[in-house]
């Protein structure tokens, strides 16, 4: 089940946090793995991660918010089978403390990168008969979060894409999804924790863990687990929907 031989697969964002789980496993379950991201000793590690456990994969450095580059990248690919959108970037505000180069900043990778990147892969999947589209939106799409006002509404415009795409392309084949993950302990936590709670580290982490109704954060693997399915041929009857993969804080909190 869920055997992805044969296929490419896109994954921005693959030099780490969830964008390299997802790539780490889709090699492993078969696919030839191309890496798109700006972190290029990023990218280049994942890559080296997937050849030494006998997978295919390469990486371009690429920046999603430029779309000559996207545009640059995909043209060195002959075909994509898969998309998945995770290059993204956070933002820690409210609208008062939210500044316009703030705005422009998460706006320009998490918004037009999503648009920039599937803009140059929907064009290859039509001709080839279909494919699949896999964005990483946020709970912070729709639920409200403190602190995160520019942040939240690039995920909403990422969930607000994914169901036009879903609807237009439906008649050539192309599937198109998201999911929203709660808090996943991935390097940003990391680095945010050590800029913000110097010394306190540990505390803070035990706190934002228990803030999540399971008790716990997510892992890159387990957002990835759900990335393998619905990009697999078993999830060929889903389209159009967003999956909230995040220990209860949607619903139970």
Request: with cysteine; proline share 3%; charged share 20%.
């Amino acid at each position: 089940m869920f055997d992805l031989t044969g296929k490419t697969a896109v994954v921005t964002g693959g030099g780490s946090g969830i964008g390299q789980a997802i790539a780490l496993l889709f090699a492993r379950q078969g696919a030839e793995v191309v890496v798109l991201d700006f972190n290029e000793g990023g990218a280049a590690q994942t890559v080296q991660d997937i050849e030494s456990g006998g997978g295919k994969g390469r990486f371009y450095r690429c920046d999603v918010s430029s779309a000559e580059s996207v545009q640059g990248a995909f043209a060195e690919l002959p075909r994509v089978n898969i998309l998945v959108n995770s290059a993204g970037v956070s933002h820690i505000g409210k609208l008062e403390t939210t500044t316009e180069a703030d705005f422009d900043r998460v706006f320009r990778v998490n918004v037009k990168g999503v648009f920039n990147v599937m803009q140059a892969a929907v064009p290859k999947m039509k001709a080839q008969g279909g494919g699949v589209i896999l964005n990483l939106a946020s709970v912070a799409a729709t639920v409200g979060i403190a602190d995160r006002f520019a942040y939240s509404m690039t995920k909403g415009a990422v969930l607000s894409m994914t169901l036009s795409v879903a609807r237009d392309y439906l008649d050539q084949g192309i599937r198109c999804n998201c999911i929203s993950p709660g808090r996943v302990h991935t390097p940003f936590v990391d680095d945010f924790l050590r800029k913000n709670y110097p010394g306190q580290e540990r505390e803070m982490f035990e706190k934002l863990s228990k803030a999540q109704p399971i008790g716990r954060m997510g892992t890159p693997a387990e957002m990835a687990f759900l990335a393998l399915y619905l990009c697999a041929d078993e999830a060929g009857f889903i389209t159009g929907t967003d999956y909230a993969i995040d220990g209860g804080f949607t619903h139970l909190k």
